[in-house]
């Protein structure tokens, strides 16, 4: 069985950054791609960004694009989130997920991953 178990989250001003972490643990593998979702309060969880098991493809939501990273450090088997510019509409409860097949795709469905983290905070406001 995976775990995923995010961090970083927070209060941050707008035009802050912050760098939200997903570590895995239950396996030996980093053979699985990776993504992050977000979810506003009375909102459906939306994608954000996802990578694939080398980091060598990457795809991002409009909304974010050009102001998020998404990278992973398989020796750690953590992957990370780095936001910055961030704006109050990204407020929301941030969610790493995982899923093991395909590996060398990046998948942009909350439907397409298996494993999920329980969830970081993340609160942009003045």
């Known amino acids: 069985q995976v775990q995923l178990v995010e961090s970083g989250g927070g209060l941050v001003q707008p035009g802050g950054s912050l760098r939200l972490s997903c570590a895995a643990s239950?396996?030996?593998?980093?053979?699985?791609?990776m993504g992050w979702f977000r979810q506003a309060p009375g909102k459906e969880r939306e994608f954000v960004a996802a990578i694939n098991w080398s980091g060598g493809s990457t795809t991002y939501a409009d909304s974010v694009k050009g102001r998020f990273t998404i990278s992973r450090d398989n020796a750690k088997n953590t992957g990370y989130l780095q936001m910055n510019s961030l704006k109050p509409e990204d407020t929301a409860v941030y969610y790493c997920a995982a899923r093991f097949g395909k590996i060398g795709s990046v998948f942009n469905t909350a439907s397409s991953y298996t494993y999920w983290g329980q969830g970081t905070q993340v609160t942009v406001s003045s």
């Open positions: 239950g396996t030996f593998s980093n053979l699985y791609t």
